[in-house]
């Protein structure tokens, strides 16, 4: 059976991070993993509307750090109850993180670059994202919501490393938990301002929706411009 550090070892297609053919448990997680961006930016039009009046469904979709906070905030004044706000955050959270997991075991060190690009930022997302990965184990995993490098970068390290699937659940799982309780706590702490400044999002919330959409397209398009530019240029 071939395993992760074998396919790292082969020259991956420019763009993909397998060589030669694809097989269809690399196209179901490449898939799974773009879905994670799509969703990203279908549910952007939608926060602004729910932030104010249901801030818990906006977690069991998103797991958002202000819906995280907002929710904190509600339960503080008697909207929610607390436990209701940090267990609805977690399947939002986590929801994309197995795909990251088993791409890391599928292609190893070839997706790190792949996400964090050639640059040499990328190239020091990388190598962080290695180290703590490798020395931390499955701590690395535990505290990667407050470790300075993308979290989905320690999760292919992970997969990469040969942690077991229901290890990995497990352990972000409690990652989680620990992120979203400090956050939950921040939104209690605030309180009534917190749940004022929601609502006003909300009030206003169609015409944030259509900026924030605006301002995504904006942003696209000058990236597909900037992508040709720096191909000639290349």
């Known amino acids: 059976m071939t395993t992760a550090q074998d396919r790292a070892s082969q020259a991956p297609q420019p763009g993909v991070p397998w060589a030669g053919r694809p097989r269809r448990a690399d196209l179901i997680c490449w898939f799974g993993i773009a879905a994670s961006g799509l969703y990203a930016l279908a549910i952007i039009p939608v926060r602004p509307l729910l932030i104010g009046s249901h801030p818990v469904l906006l977690e069991l ?19 929610v109850p607390l436990f209701l706000v940090v267990v609805s955050a977690v399947p939002g959270m986590i929801m994309f ?98 749940v004022d400044v929601a609502r006003t999002i909300s009030h206003y919330g169609l015409w944030i929706s259509i900026a924030l959409v605006a301002g995504v397209v904006v942003v696209q398009r000058l990236r597909s411009r900037r992508t040709p530019a720096t191909a000639d240029a290349d």
């Open 61 to 79: 979709l998103t797991g958002s750090m202000t819906s995280i906070v907002t929710a904190g905030a509600f339960a503080r004044v008697g909207q």
């Open 97 to 194: 993180d197995p795909f990251f997991w088993w791409a890391g075991r599928r292609w190893g060190r070839g997706l790190l670059l792949i996400f964090a690009g050639r640059s040499r930022r990328g190239g020091r997302l990388v190598a962080r994202a290695e180290r703590y990965g490798r020395r931390l184990g499955w701590l690395g995993v535990v505290f990667a919501y407050y470790l300075p490098i993308p979290a989905a970068l320690l999760f292919v390290v992970a997969g990469w490393t040969g942690m077991r699937l229901i290890t990995f659940v497990l352990l972000d799982v409690v990652a989680a938990l620990l992120w979203i309780g400090m956050l939950a706590a921040l939104g209690y702490y605030l309180g009534q301002d917190a």
